[in-house]
């Protein structure tokens, strides 16, 4: 006698069809909305990072003039007799009321920066993205000259494409950048294998694009 609740083998097959697409499903939902989301979060870096590859690696075609831009104050009496118990070798940084007022008078920030030191000059570096820059202080006189050097906007976005002398907040954002663009990267990979089977191109360009930079590599670098 035929067992009437028994499922037909369509329906059985239909049942794990049905689970593997709700899978498919579920993983194609999360990984457009990681993916969506990590290029939303990383557009304007790529593109900022992607124009100043091309800028870097043509640095000796692009011409840069510098701007040197100098700036003269004396240090007030009181602030030169603090300067007497500073030590006279030394790389810590100068009084704070030193630095208060090289702020203001030379528009200079040098508070808690490393000083070069000597019996006769106090020497402040004040290194920035796409140029350079310096404090000096006689100890005698309390005569301050600030220098500032400047190369443009290109030379401003390669020392920021390099993190040179850019700080501690564009180095951790570099770092925040760099894993977005890394879960952009792994999530379009995944996509890629989810769809490869409806489109026959897909692994032969993917490993078109490892192969063509090995193969550069191997060939012409040297």
């Known amino acids: 006698m035929t067992d009437l609740a028994?499922?037909?083998?369509a329906e059985r097959t239909a049942k794990p069809r049905a689970a593997v697409n709700a899978r498919r499903s579920f993983w194609l939902k999360q990984l457009?909305?990681?993916?969506?989301?990590?290029?939303?979060v990383s557009l304007v870096g790529m593109i900022l990072f992607a124009v100043t590859g091309i800028t870097l690696n043509h640095a000796a075609s692009?011409?840069?003039?510098?701007?040197?831009?100098?700036?003269?104050?004396?240090l007030p009496a009181p602030l030169l007799q603090r300067l007497e118990g500073f030590p006279a070798e030394t790389t810590d940084p100068?009084?704070?009321?030193?630095?208060?007022?090289?702020?203001?008078?030379?528009?200079?920030?040098?508070a808690g920066r490393a000083s070069e030191t000597t019996p006769e000059e106090i020497y402040v570096a004040l290194a920035m993205p796409g140029g350079d820059g310096w404090v000096t202080i006689d100890r005698e006189t309390g005569d301050a000259l600030r220098e500032k050097t400047t190369r443009g906007w290109v030379a401003y976005l390669n020392d920021l494409h390099k993190g040179r002398n850019a700080g501690a907040v564009w180095f951790w954002f570099i770092d925040v950048f760099a894993v977005a663009c890394?879960?952009?990267?792994?999530?379009?990979?995944?996509?890629?294998?989810?769809?490869?089977?409806?489109?026959?191109?897909?692994?032969?360009?993917?490993?078109?694009?490892?192969?063509?930079?090995?193969?550069?590599a191997l060939l012409f670098i040297h």
């Open 6 to 9: 028994a499922p037909r083998p």
């Open 32 to 40: 457009h909305q990681w993916h969506w989301i990590s290029a939303a």
């Open 62 to 74: 692009i011409p840069a003039e510098p701007v040197v831009s100098e700036q003269t104050a004396v």
């Open 94 to 110: 100068v009084p704070d009321a030193v630095a208060r007022w090289a702020s203001d008078a030379l528009d200079a920030e040098i």
């Open 182 to 216: 890394v879960i952009f990267a792994v999530t379009g990979l995944a996509l890629l294998w989810l769809h490869a089977r409806g489109r026959p191109s897909t692994w032969p360009i993917v490993g078109l694009g490892l192969l063509t930079p090995v193969v550069i």
